[in-house]
């Protein structure tokens, strides 16, 4: 028939659970790898951390739609990328040596009203841009600022300077 749902065929396994916990794990660590080495603006306004676990589980799911032939296959590499994101969330919040692993140092952009061109060079923010991260917090000139940061989300924070009236 047409619409005979064979539940055993759909959950059959091909590969081992080991073999799959293993390959979620090298693909989670090495794709935090490579974000951690790239300048933090490609990875946009997200978190590293959350833009890994939001493309690995897509592509996890994806495969136990097609290319894996069983949807058991696709909750172990999903439950792998959720237990990875979580582990790594909470070492992060312990022990503040993950933390930096995994994450971003702040990168100051503008110290006294003087941009930082060389830190700027190195995360690939042109002036222009910069200008109108200012803008949308209400500033004109660099002179105005005591502070900008680029931080680990690639957002950029400010400081504005204090009026000496």
Same mark, same amino acid.
């Given at each position: ?10 959950f ?21 790898f ?9 990875? *946009? ?11 690995? =589980? ?11 032939t @069983? ?9 792998t990328? +959720?237990?990875? $994101?979580?582990?790594? $969330? ?8 993950i ?7 702040? =990168?100051?952009? +503008?110290?006294? *009203? ?6 700027m060079?190195r ?14 917090? *209400?500033?004109?000139? =660099?002179?105005? =600022? ?5 931080? @680990?989300? *690639?957002?950029? @924070?400010?400081?504005k300077k204090? $009026?000496?009236?």
């Open positions: 028939m047409l619409l005979q749902l064979d539940l055993n065929e759909l059959k396994m091909e590969s081992s659970a080991l073999a799959l916990i293993l390959r979620g794990t090298l693909l989670y660590l090495g794709i935090l490579l974000m951690r080495i790239l300048p933090r603006r490609i990875g *946009g306004e997200m978190a590293t951390m959350d833009l890994i676990f939001i493309l690995l =589980v897509t592509e996890a799911a994806s495969h136990s739609l097609g290319d894996y @069983s949807l058991s296959e696709g909750f172990i590499m999903i439950g990328m +959720i237990l990875w $994101n979580y582990l790594v $969330n909470a070492l992060s919040c312990y022990f503040p040596f933390e930096k692993l995994v994450s971003h140092p702040p =990168v100051p952009v +503008i110290k006294n *009203g003087q941009m930082q061109l060389k830190n060079r995360e690939f923010l042109t002036k222009e841009e910069l200008m109108g991260h200012l803008r949308d917090q *209400g500033i004109e000139d =660099v002179s105005e =600022v005591k502070k900008a940061c680029i931080e @680990s989300d *690639g957002s950029v @924070s400010v400081v204090m $009026n000496e009236d």
